[in-house]
């Protein structure tokens, strides 16, 4: 049995789809990271990934062209994002409260929208060619697989053949790293979430440097979620992100508010999803442990068994002035 | 000569009555921005709402029914929140306690007299429910792992491990989605079978046990030292500590009590109701219990009223879907974020101005009463 589990772990095609379950984690991840880093709890990432997906794809279908789909994404992402900073930021509501809300929110309208606008019981059109992301075969693929043993196959199978989003994940990533730690705009943002009164009194607005950062996380999201409905199916469906937010945000606190330690816990839990579709050929165990083992796999991690991680030290308060 | 008014607090109607209902208006306004939106007319649709919740005997009962469920899942969320505890795994929880609900039927139903079994049931259901809060509750306390984000996790989890159990071991015959029925005569008469004048629906006698749930959990966080403790601990940590209270254990005993509590709600829809374990019998319930506690305050008789609002949401919206072709019971959904937003996450919206106001007018108040004096 373990024979199998591994052969089918070592599989390039459990790593190319492992590659594409993670994408969604890590543009979400990447949301969340600058949130947290900011002083936001950001439990609402799920809700704004569905609402991005449900936008997309309505979007492209009505218009026929995958940036507006792209667009009207970030665009719904980043309103129900300042949504939230209205609420945390403006009204010192309760963080986990407000996310909550925003996905209860996102859960209903999708599909109260989409069955009003397509009348296909929540679901939008199938997306045509070019209406949605389709998969983008690197140059030299296939020599590189006929004439090099085991790069070329990684390259062939696993790099070559996937949509632009899932690259632009990667770019994401980088960017990311390189805007909260190579430049100032990120030093302010990592010092709202650990000491906001420094900044404040440095002449800078706390709130101010918050509602960016949520613009951010809202157009990432809403990427992230675009990828669903636009890269890996062709099509919105009712619920599609099912607790993509939820992995992000503790994929986040894994990688313990890093963005490469984070991008690794995405490809780890992305991996471990794509076991689970692999796992129906093991004799003797249920599929439903593959189902559980993201999840379960998930909580040992948040149990810090990789060490302690420490979360920004101003997380999920409200700035309030001193006078 | 009338009293010196403190200038802090607003007066108790104004805090528990108006500022909640006004934001609940609100919600319902911008829902019925939503109607409009999909072109269905917002006054026709909050009539077919209240007429299929309220306006029948039968959709009273079946509002009630609900009412059931959601006190238990609301008092859940509630009792964790007390203790500054989110306890969003009222649905993974609920869930095992179905589980428990189950073992206990399917092996004594023909055996035990029903007193006997429904104690039996109470017990195990609640038990089932707090074993799965456990682990999250620990984890908190020992390794500092969210409770929001594993209690999530473990809905999940629950959700994995009961799909194979059901299909696979205590389903009747093969792949089945749910178990046997319980045995007629084992099973909790609903209330048209008791009395005559009630209507064919789901609604039995558990609401007696959630309204006495309702009534332990006041005495028990407002007249127990326990409840004291689970108090302080919400309040601020650093306090309990040093006033000896052992945090860790508090946090842990916390949670288990809001699983149990969540748990308990498949007395109602598992031995109750339906006679059987379905799969994914919850159906959200769980969830919509963080909006009863937030709407209800998170005090026993807040979560009551708010649990028959919310009740009467899901009955009537069933009917919305079948009245209003544009509309579909998701639309609930929307509903109940927005009574979670407006009630919860931007509660200062109102209560701050009110406030303001109100501590305006206790000042000139105050001032003028120190002039005559």
């Known amino acids: 049995m373990l024979e199998q589990i591994w052969a089918a772990l070592a599989s390039w095609t459990?790593?190319?789809?492992?590659?594409?379950?993670?994408?969604?984690?890590?543009?979400?991840?990447?949301?969340?990271?600058?949130?947290?880093?900011?002083?936001?709890?950001?439990?609402?990432?799920?809700?704004?990934?569905?609402?991005?997906a449900f936008a997309g794809a309505a979007a492209a279908s009505v218009t026929g062209s995958i940036l507006l789909g792209v667009l009207a994404?970030?665009?719904?992402?980043?309103?129900?994002?300042?949504?939230?900073?209205?609420?945390?930021?403006?009204?010192?509501?309760?963080?986990?409260?407000?996310?909550?809300?925003?996905?209860?929110?996102?859960?209903?309208?999708?599909?109260?929208?989409?069955?009003?606008?397509?009348?296909?019981?929540?679901?939008?059109?199938?997306?045509?060619?070019?209406?949605?992301?389709?998969?983008?075969?690197?140059?030299?693929?296939?020599?590189?697989?006929?004439n090099v043993p085991i790069f070329g196959d990684f390259y062939a199978d696993v790099l070559s053949g996937q949509t632009l989003l899932v690259y632009l994940s990667f770019v994401v990533v980088f960017l990311v790293w390189w805007?909260?730690?190579?430049?100032?705009?990120?030093?302010?943002?990592?010092?709202?979430?650990?000491?906001?009164?420094?900044?404040?009194?440095?002449?800078?607005?706390?709130?101010g440097m918050r509602y960016k950062a949520l613009i951010l996380t809202g157009i990432l999201c809403g990427v992230g979620g675009a990828y669903f409905s636009m890269a890996q199916n062709a099509q919105f469906g009712r619920e599609m992100t099912a607790g993509a937010g939820y992995i992000a945000l503790a994929a986040v606190i894994t990688g313990k508010w890093r963005p490469w330690g984070t991008l690794a816990a995405?490809?780890?839990?992305?991996?471990?999803?794509?076991?689970?579709?692999?796992?129906?050929?093991?004799?003797?165990?249920?599929?439903?442990?593959?189902?559980?083992?993201?999840?379960?796999?998930?909580?040992?991690?948040?149990?810090?068994?990789?060490?302690?991680?420490?979360?920004?030290?101003a997380i999920g308060k409200p700035y309030v002035k001193e006078r | 000569m009338s009293a010196k008014l403190k200038n802090t607090e607003l007066p108790w109607w104004m805090s528990v009555v108006l500022v909640p209902l006004t934001q609940l208006v609100l919600a319902l306004f911008v829902s019925s921005l939503v109607v409009l939106m999909v072109g269905e007319d917002p006054i026709k649709a909050l009539k077919v709402l209240i007429t299929g919740a309220v306006g029948t005997n039968e959709g009273l009962s079946y509002t009630l029914y609900y009412t059931t469920n959601l006190i238990f899942t609301g008092l859940a969320v509630a009792i964790a929140?007390?203790?500054?505890?989110?306890?969003?795994?009222?649905?993974?929880?609920?869930?095992?306690?179905?589980?428990?609900?189950?073992?206990?039927?399917?092996?004594?139903?023909?055996?035990?007299?029903?007193?006997?079994?429904?104690?039996?049931?109470?017990?195990?259901?609640?038990?089932?429910?707090?074993?799965?809060?456990?682990?999250p509750g620990f984890l908190q306390a020992q390794r500092g792992a969210h409770v929001v984000v594993t209690t999530i996790m473990f809905n999940y989890i629950a959700a994995a491990l009961m799909n194979y159990l059901i299909v696979?071991?205590?389903?009747?015959?093969?792949?089945?989605?749910?178990?046997?029925?319980?045995?007629?005569?084992?099973?909790?008469?609903?209330?048209?079978?008791?009395?005559?004048?009630?209507?064919?629906?789901?609604?039995?006698?558990t609401i007696f046990l959630a309204l006495f749930s309702a009534f332990a959990v006041w005495y028990l966080l407002w007249r127990t030292r326990l409840g004291y403790a689970i108090r302080v601990v919400g309040f601020n940590?650093?306090?309990?500590?040093?006033?000896?209270?052992?945090?860790?254990?508090?946090?842990?005993?916390?949670?288990?009590?809001?699983?149990a509590l969540a748990g308990l709600m498949a007395v109602n829809e598992v031995y109750s109701a339906q006679n059987r374990l379905i799969l994914s019998f919850t159906g959200g319930i769980g969830f919509i219990g963080i909006a009863v506690a937030l709407m209800g305050r998170n005090h026993p008789l807040g979560i009551i009223f708010a649990a028959f609002l919310f009740g009467a949401l899901l009955q009537g919206g069933t009917e919305l879907q079948f009245e209003m072709q544009n509309l579909s019971r998701e639309l609930i959904l929307v509903i109940q974020g927005l009574v979670i937003f407006f009630t919860a996450a931007l509660d200062q919206l109102l209560r701050g101005p009110l406030e303001r106001w109100y501590s305006y007018r206790v000042m000139l108040q105050n001032n003028k009463l120190m002039a005559e004096a």
């Open chain 1, 73 to 146: 994404a970030m665009l719904i992402g980043m309103l129900l994002s300042l949504v939230h900073g209205l609420a945390t930021i403006k009204y010192k509501g309760d963080h986990v409260i407000s996310g909550l809300a925003i996905n209860f929110f996102a859960s209903g309208m999708t599909i109260t929208l989409g069955h009003a606008w397509f009348k296909r019981g929540g679901q939008t059109p199938t997306l045509g060619d070019g209406q949605r992301f389709t998969d983008i075969t690197l140059p030299f693929a296939e020599t590189l697989k006929n």
């Open chain 1, 266 to 313: 995405c490809l780890l839990f992305g991996v471990l999803t794509a076991l689970e579709g692999r796992m129906a050929v093991v004799q003797g165990v249920p599929t439903q442990v593959f189902t559980a083992l993201p999840y379960i796999i998930t909580v040992i991690l948040l149990a810090g068994f990789i060490g302690k991680s420490i979360a920004p030290k």
């Open chain 2, 81 to 135: 929140f007390h203790a500054g505890l989110f306890n969003i795994g009222g649905e993974g929880q609920a869930y095992l306690g179905g589980l428990g609900v189950a073992l206990v039927c399917l092996s004594f139903d023909s055996v035990l007299p029903l007193p006997i079994l429904f104690i039996l049931v109470i017990l195990s259901s609640a038990l089932f429910g707090a074993l799965w809060a456990f682990l």
């Open chain 2, 168 to 205: 696979y071991k205590i389903g009747s015959g093969q792949a089945s989605n749910e178990t046997r029925y319980f045995a007629e005569d084992a099973v909790m008469p609903k209330f048209y079978q008791l009395f005559d004048g009630f209507e064919n629906s789901l609604f039995n006698p």
């Open chain 1, 14 to 52: 459990t790593l190319d789809s492992g590659l594409r379950y993670a994408t969604p984690l890590i543009f979400a991840a990447m949301a969340g990271l600058i949130a947290e880093r900011s002083g936001t709890v950001d439990i609402g990432l799920e809700g704004k990934m569905l609402a991005g």
């Open chain 2, 237 to 259: 940590q650093k306090a309990a500590t040093y006033a000896g209270i052992p945090v860790k254990r508090i946090v842990v005993i916390t949670m288990m009590i809001s699983g």
């Open chain 1, 179 to 207: 805007m909260l730690f190579k430049t100032t705009f990120g030093l302010r943002l990592r010092a709202v979430g650990e000491e906001p009164s420094a900044v404040d009194s440095a002449g800078i607005s706390v709130a």
